[in-house]
């Protein structure tokens, strides 16, 4: 009889592999199928937004073209795939690990409020990002970039939506310990 090997899947080695590919860390995690369907909706959303020339245009510091190559109906749909592929295969390996150790530790998702905050601001950053009345403040004219206000947004609202997730939502949701006297 052949004994079943378990192997340890880092959470955070999922996320890394997501964020450098939607669908890696699904491949990293042993998940085949959704791993393959990331990965194709990833191409097609690439393919059809042009974002990957978007973001060529962005970093050259040619923004107008940026703007003008971009097709923003396809390329709302990335930051959900990005961020949906990082969560899921971080909280994956996550219960991965939980079943591997039979741990009775109560299951629940991890940085829930982080990634849709990501997704919200990301999306809000690509569709609002002309700022074109902040031209005059150089340091503020980065917003003007659909490539780097959606990262910005994304970043705030990411920090936001992981701080409500932490100190309010967890804080209802916990129950309340009376003290035994």
Request: glycine share 8%; net charge positive; aromatic share 18%.
């Amino acid at each position: 009889m052949m004994r079943q090997r378990h192997e340890y899947k880092s959470p955070y080695a999922a996320a890394v592999w997501s964020m450098v590919l939607p669908g890696f860390g699904q491949m990293y995690n042993k998940d085949y199928i959704i791993g393959l369907v990331l990965l194709g909706f990833e191409f097609l959303i690439n393919l059809y937004s042009n974002l990957n020339l978007a973001l060529v245009y962005s970093f050259t510091g040619d923004f107008a073209r940026a703007h003008n190559v971009i097709d923003y109906r396809w390329g709302m749909f990335y930051p959900s795939l990005y961020a949906f592929s990082i969560w899921q295969a971080y909280n994956a390996a996550k219960a991965h690990n939980d079943r591997i150790l039979d741990s009775m530790v109560k299951k629940r998702t991890h940085l829930t409020g982080f990634f849709i905050g990501m997704v919200v601001g990301m999306d809000c950053g690509l569709f609002w990002h002309d700022f074109s009345f902040l031209n005059p403040y150089r340091v503020l004219s980065i917003l003007d970039m659909p490539v780097f206000s959606g990262l910005i947004f994304g970043l705030v609202l990411a920090t936001l939506g992981n701080f409500i997730e932490k100190t309010i939502y967890r804080q209802i949701r916990k129950p309340k310990l009376q003290k035994a006297e």
